[in-house]
């Protein structure tokens, strides 16, 4: 088992930053695959982006891409999302997903373990 929390969320004018953090604990960290989905109200959730355990290579949703870097330190079994000039659009509850498997990181499917999820809102 692996437990995700997630933290970081809060309230944010258009063109700030924010960064998430997920800490991982229970099964060895390194071995899996992290992700970040978003999911807004009356929509589905979306990824928003991945590492593979090794940290060399990285994820991007069209949307987020070049404002969003998403980085992981296997040391502290934590895993970071920093949200750059963001948007009212970005508002939403993000989660942290963590995958053992060897499948697309961009499908929700692929991710054995979810965390809570932590609100982000983002005013014009």
């Known amino acids: 088992q692996v437990q995700l929390v997630e933290s970081g969320g809060g309230l944010v004018q258009a063109g700030g930053s924010l960064r998430l953090s997920c800490a991982a604990s229970?099964?060895?960290?390194?071995?899996?695959?992290m992700g970040w989905f978003r999911q807004a109200p009356g929509k589905e959730r979306e990824f928003v982006a991945a590492?593979?355990?090794?940290?060399?290579?990285?994820f991007y949703a069209d949307s987020v891409k070049g404002r969003f870097t998403i980085s992981r330190d296997n040391a502290k079994n934590t895993v970071y999302l920093q949200m750059n000039s963001l948007k009212p659009e970005d508002t939403a509850v993000y989660y942290c997903?963590?995958?053992?498997?060897?499948?697309?990181?961009?499908?929700?499917?692929?991710?054995?373990?979810w965390g809570q999820g932590t609100q982000v809102t983002v005013s014009s």
């Open positions: 590492i593979r355990w090794s940290g060399g290579s990285t």
């Open positions: 229970g099964r060895t960290f390194t071995n899996y695959a």
């Open positions: 997903a963590a995958s053992s498997s060897l499948r697309s990181v961009l499908l929700r499917t692929t991710y054995n373990y």
